[in-house]
């Protein structure tokens, strides 16, 4: 279950990029401190999907020079 896919990355505009970066960090933040508090996530891997996903994303940018 991928996130996002670098093909759909690609056609996002740069400010689009920055807010799904930015969307994917707040979630990633949300089920770590859910993990953290002593509670349990329905789905362990959606921690690796945001993780793979701000990635993606980042090399992305970074390959297209927006950053």
């Known amino acids: 279950m991928a996130v ?14 920055l807010r799904r970066l930015d969307e994917y960090r707040k979630k ?4 770590r401190s ?7 996530i329905q789905d362990p891997s959606q921690i690796r999907e ?3 996903a701000i990635a993606r994303i980042l090399t992305i940018m970074t ?3 927006e950053l």
Do not use: D
């Open 50 to 52: 945001y993780k793979k």
């Open 4 to 17: 996002i896919r670098p093909n759909e990355i690609r056609k996002l505009s740069r400010e689009q990029k």
């Open 63 to 65: 390959e297209e020079g």
């Open 34 to 40: 859910e993990l953290a508090a002593g509670g349990s």
């Open 28 to 31: 990633l933040f949300n089920v």
